[in-house]
């Protein structure tokens, strides 16, 4: 098979890897084909999803659904669980064949094993963990305008090695979160990216569109000599892990509840309850062995965007804010009325949180009995 990764102009069409678990969609696979759509769009090219698995064909046409125009589906018992060269070689040989321009991973455990591997036997460019894409040069100028302090007008977006408007432009944090970095990847195809779960937007379901999804069945080769490890069986974690990305409200601690941790942890929980919500941390918190990890929200933790986000005793770092400043509606308890998570508070309260909060939890639950 003749691949050249930098014949460029032999490459086409916006691609998606559609992560499954047991059959089941990842929630970040549908953030990816809403935002693949606008990239798509943008171009002027065709959305595709790649989905591997076995007897996936029902959950395929969801993907039509949030924008894909066609899903290449994969079914066989040797991709049921995920393997790395299982996966990779899939992946791999659909890219050698139909060359897509632009391919989005989601930048999931599998995500970020199964993508630099990838992108290393393509040899081309990935870009990880991004939060921002752009092809359009309008929007990542606009993008530029409202979310950083460079000045645009002045600006000249050109380069003489490569055309800045066709390029995709994959923007992730860079220097511990106090930079953004727009990379791009002019030389090789497919550019790919991994993006974090929980950035882009999901757009709303049409049905229309899962109706006219096209589902391709190409062949492929794959046998057990191709894969080094072979799954035996999948033991799911005892545990249940929080969901932070599809929560309505989250109560976040910090290491504001350093005085009395059980009770700062019980406190956020009674909250969190009241409201309907779950908890979620700070990473001082999770680093100081207070709470598990999967509770982090943060540039290293969960970006997310309830539609209330509380946060207690928590400064408001930088990398703390790039993954929870998109909420609808912020209100944070610290008793340093300095600290940097007022600047982006709707609501901010300056005071003990273990004074604080108990008089919350009271006034909601008289609000509750009063109705
Ligand atoms: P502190 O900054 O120590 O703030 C504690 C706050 O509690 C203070 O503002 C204090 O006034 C207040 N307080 C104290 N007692 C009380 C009380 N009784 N009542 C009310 N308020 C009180 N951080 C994250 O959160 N998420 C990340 O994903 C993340 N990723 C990172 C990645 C990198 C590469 C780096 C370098 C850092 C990262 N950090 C992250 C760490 C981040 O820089 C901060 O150190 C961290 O967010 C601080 O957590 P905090 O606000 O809980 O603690």
Redesign the pocket.
Known sequence: MEFNSADISAFKNVWVFCEQRQGVMMPTTFELISEGRKLADELGVELWGILPGDDVDGIARELGGYGADKVLVYNSPLLKNYTTDAYAKILCDAVMTYKPEILLVGASNIGRDLAPRCAARLHTGLCADCTHLDVDMDGYVNFLRTGSNLDVETTRFESKLFDVRTNLKMTRPAF??HLMATIVCPRFRPAMATVRPGVMKRRPFDAAGAERVELLHPEFSLSAEDCKTQVLDVVKAARKLVDLIGADVIVSV???I??DIEGGIALAEELAEELGGVVGA????VDAGWISADH??????KTVHPKIYIA?????????KA?MQDSECIIA????EA?P?FEIADYGIV????QVVPELIAALRAEKAAR
């Open positions: 511990g979160g910090g290491r504001g350093a005085k700070s990473r001082a918190a982090q929200v943060g540039q290293t933790g207690l005793g928590i400064s408001g770092a930088i990398q703390h993954g308890v610290n008793k340093n600290a998570i005071g003990d949180l273990f």
